[in-house]
Structure formats: C-alpha cells, structure tokens
C-alpha cells in the first residue's frame, strides 16, 4: 500500500508505474520461455527461478530494482574504453542515488516540522534536484538542522559531481586534441 499521505495523482501515477514495470517483466519472462525449445522450459524456469518468483510473488517485486546492477554492468562494459564513459555512468547513478535519498531524507525531517515548507515527496524531490545541480532556487529549502545537514551533504555531493563532469570533459577534449596532434605529425 502507497503512504495515505501521498496525493491521489502521485498514487495513481505509482500505480501506473508499478504495474507496467510488472507487465514488462512478466512478457520478458515469457518471451524467453518461448525462445526455450519446448522440452527444456521447465528446466529454464527452474534455473531462472528468482524471475519466475518476481513474477509471481507480488511482495517479491521491489527485488527488481536488483536487475538495474546488471544495467550498470553493461553500461560499465560499454563505457569502458573511455574514462569520460565510465565516469559519465558513475557520475549518473551517484547523481540519481543522491537526489533520491536525498528526496527521502528531507522529507522524512521536515514533512512534519513547523513552518517546512517541503512536505510532499515531489517538493522533496524538486528541492533535492535543484540543491544537487548546485542551482538552488530557493523556492524549497529545509527548516529543521536535519534537513540542512542534508542539505550540506547534498550541496558538497553535487559540487563533486559537476566537478567530475567538468574533469571527465576536459579529459576527453585534450585526449581529442593529443589524438588530433598526433595524427598530423605523421
């Protein structure tokens, strides 16, 4: 069940999100069993058994999330010949880690507090997105000391991140420009 909390649009939203991300599953684990010869779908399923129980198990399906390491393998192996590519898929999922825990965080300090002003996760998740661009617009800020101490954690986090952005470009450009120079000396 959703937190009664949470706006009715922000629920249906979930909901949505929920069982289409179970839909998807559910035909990903049926195409690969008809890929399977006919003979050997039961000794597939059986040794693919945490799909089929993902599937099945309704309480089992935030183990899901699991699945993202293994995008963030193939991304790894792809990204892997560049340090501008694997610190780009690094700098990206500590980015959205970040804001996401930082989201939950904050709202967890301040939903409640006296004169807060972020109360709803989407408030939460705006402010995260704005404090770890280092944009800060001011709209949503924290009123209680856990939620700035948040927000200082957020802010030197989102300062590294555009700082290994920056150097991940530079990186690359004069790895272009070295490369450039290299190739009309011959």
Do not use: K
């Not at 006919?38 to 089929?52: F, K, L, P, Q, S």
């Not at 089992?60 to 390491?69: E, G, S």
């Not at 904050?106 to 995260?128: K, M, Y």
């Not at 924290?142 to 300062?159: D, F, N, S, Y």
């Amino acid at each position: 069940m959703l937190d009664p909390r949470m706006d009715n649009d922000l629920q249906a939203f979930f909901t949505v999100v929920t069982w289409t991300v179970w839909v998807a599953f559910a035909a990903d684990l049926a195409i690969r069993l008809a890929l399977v010869p006919r003979g050997h779908r039961a000794e597939y399923a059986i040794r693919h058994w945490y799909d089929v129980a993902l599937v099945v198990v309704p309480m089992l399906r935030p183990l899901r999330m699991l699945r993202l390491l293994a995008l963030v393998r193939i991304l790894d192996r792809s990204a892997a010949n560049s340090l501008a590519g694997r610190v780009l898929v690094y700098v990206s999922g500590a980015a959205a880690v970040s804001v996401g825990l930082g989201a939950l965080a904050v709202l967890d300090a301040e939903q409640d507090a006296t004169g807060a002003n972020i109360t709803t996760f989407g408030d939460a998740v705006w402010w995260a997105c704005t404090t770890v661009t280092t944009v800060g617009y001011g709209d949503h800020f924290p009123v209680t000391l856990e939620g700035r101490v948040v927000a200082v954690v957020l802010m030197v986090v989102g300062i590294g991140l555009v700082g290994a952005v920056t150097a991940s470009v530079a990186t690359w450009l004069i790895g272009r420009a070295q490369a450039e120079r290299e190739s009309s000396l011959d």
